[in-house]
């Protein structure tokens, strides 16, 4: 059963983390002609309107994406971060007024060349419906169905180079074993594919079974994001953090980010703090 819907979370510390992460990759791949194949196993809705009942009723963007928008004259001096806010500053109705978040399917279909192709999956009838009824180019496809499945059947694809985003809710804790197996099959098919996977920081550690996995599994070249918001209290079993592994990063993706997490972290709170290393090396 799929309970989870993305709009009561849109625009969180979480998806800032995730969609920063996602556009520097993006930047990167552009920086060559040759086209791109995207994909994303888990795409949800693609674009929130903020004053939407599921988004306000929470309001977590407000200490997420917003505090970023709120400074966004003092932190745009940081190349990355400057133009990832002007990229969030094309989707606002009013100039100026914070009222749409993008989520992955609006940053992936944002700068997508005629050349390069992108395949968004969503599971959920309700969410894959508001994706069908976004306006996204002609070289999108919308796929109703299983994402980690159809990123393995869709492989090799017709393009040189690949791009996969996989970021599921993780609603069930089986999904972390599914994720490494599908991550597994898809890197045999496609060595070099480019993958980001996004995972949750949670008091119970969860995700270590993903990131163990991925080692286990003989993959290389895994670099490892995490924005930890705060150190769990007794008892917490929220998130407390996010996590992001780039699997074969662009040259360069990890100062780049890291510059940009120098700016962010301190917007999030006193002790947000963001740890960039290399989980397998080359
Ligand atoms: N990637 C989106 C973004 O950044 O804007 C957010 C995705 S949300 C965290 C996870 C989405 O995956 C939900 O919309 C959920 O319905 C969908 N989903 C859950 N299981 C799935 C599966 N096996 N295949 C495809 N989509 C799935």
Redesign the pocket.
């Known amino acids: 059963m799929?309970s989870?819907?993305?709009a009561y979370h849109?625009g969180n510390f979480a998806?800032v983390h995730?969609?920063l992460t996602l556009f520097a990759v993006i930047d990167h791949l552009l920086r060559k002609e040759s086209p791109v194949t995207y994909m994303?196993?888990?795409?949800?809705?693609?674009l929130y309107p903020l004053a939407a009942e599921e988004t306000a009723r929470l309001g977590e963007y407000r200490k997420g994406f917003a505090r970023l928008w709120q400074a966004r004259t003092h932190v745009a001096d940081d190349p990355l971060l400057g133009d990832w806010l002007a990229a969030v500053g094309r989707v606002q109705a009013r100039d100026g007024t914070l009222d749409h978040y993008p989520?992955?399917?609006w940053w992936l279909s944002d700068r997508l060349r005629a050349s390069d192709r992108l395949m968004l999956?969503?599971?959920?009838p309700g969410?894959h419906g508001h994706l069908t009824r976004q306006a996204l180019p002609d070289n999108v496809q919308r796929i109703h169905?299983?994402?980690?499945e159809?990123l393995v059947k869709c492989l090799p694809v017709a393009t040189p180079r690949l791009c996969v985003?996989v970021?599921?809710?993780y609603?069930r804790k089986a999904e972390y074993g599914e994720v490494v197996d599908a991550v597994l099959k898809a890197m045999r098919r496609a060595r070099h594919a480019v993958v980001l996977v996004?995972y949750p920081l949670l008091p119970a550690g969860r995700h270590r079974e993903l990131l163990e996995g991925l080692r286990e599994g003989g993959l290389r070249k895994i670099w490892r994001s995490e924005l930890r918001l705060r150190e769990p209290q007794e008892g917490e079993r929220g998130m407390v953090g996010s996590g992001m592994l780039v699997i074969n990063p662009p040259w360069g993706l990890d100062t780049r980010l890291e510059a940009a997490m120098r700016q962010v972290t301190p917007l999030l709170g006193a002790t947000c703090r963001h740890h960039g290393d290399w989980w397998v090396g080359e």
């Open positions: 799929l989870y819907q993305h849109a998806d995730k969609h994303d196993t888990h795409a949800g809705r693609g989520g992955s399917p999956f969503e599971l959920h969410e169905g299983d994402g980690l159809g985003l970021d599921p809710s609603e996004w």
